[in-house]
T-cell receptor
């Protein structure tokens, strides 16, 4: 079993929809939770970064962490065609911050 | 955010030759850099962790003699794929993390990636 599980999709939504992306994990040592966006043939770029449990909002993006359930989510409001990409969750333990474990990524397509 | 530049973005080489990929942190000092390999529609697979001035730490199953990593300065790490074979064809990505007030932040800043094709 992988340490981080992420539904690969693909996920297709109409423009303006609310998108929910999720990951589950098994390692209770994870303290840092990141979401990256990766366009085709490009390196990932950091979208959100959360420490421990709670919510964090940045514009149209909201990250949620529920450590009791070992479940994290990324919500995208008012989705745009430019949001079409692969979204990767990543997690890191506090004792070795910087060496993250990545999910396999969810491919999202937002149709105009 | 911090900028990491990776070069070249794409390279095609003949089987048996060596290829060097550079990863530079442009506006910060990266004490640690990571090298990943990514297969189509799959996630990032960590190959090695590179610390400035010391030998790289390789993940299990990664041949250190085949994937040579050098981290000679706080802004540059290189990955050399030696005696490349078609099965080495992949997307290679580097990342760097920041050290601030003695603490390493877990967020990583990625290079643009290098598409290696060995023919």
């Amino acid at each position: 079993q992988k340490e981080v599980e992420q539904d690969p999709g693909p996920l297709s939504v109409p423009e303006g929809a609310i998108v929910s992306l999720n990951c589950t994990y098994s390692n209770s040592a994870f303290q840092y939770f990141m979401w990256y966006r990766q366009y085709s043939r490009k390196g990932p770029e950091l979208l959100m970064y959360t420490y421990s449990s709670g919510n964090k909002e940045d514009g149209r993006f909201t990250a949620q962490v529920d450590k009791s359930s070992k479940y994290i989510s990324l919500f995208i409001r008012d989705s745009q065609p430019s949001d079409s990409a692969t979204y990767l969750c990543a997690m890191s333990a506090s004792t070795n911050a910087g060496k993250s474990t990545f999910g396999d990524g969810t491919t999202l397509t937002v149709k105009p | 955010g911090a900028v990491v530049s990776q070069h070249p973005s794409r390279v095609i080489c003949k089987s048996g030759t060596s290829v060097k990929i550079e990863c530079r942190s442009l506006d910060f000092q990266a004490t640690t850099m990571f090298w990943y390999r990514q297969f189509p529609k799959q996630s990032l697979m960590l190959m090695a962790t590179s610390n400035e001035g010391s030998k790289a730490t390789y993940e299990q199953g990664v041949e250190k003699d085949k994937f040579l990593i050098n981290h000679a300065s706080l802004t540059l790490s290189t990955l050399t794929v030696t005696s490349a074979h078609p099965e080495d064809s992949s997307f290679y990505i580097c990342s760097a993390t920041l050290r601030f007030r003695g603490r390493v932040d877990p967020e990583a800043f990625f290079g643009q990636g290098t598409r290696l094709t060995v023919v």
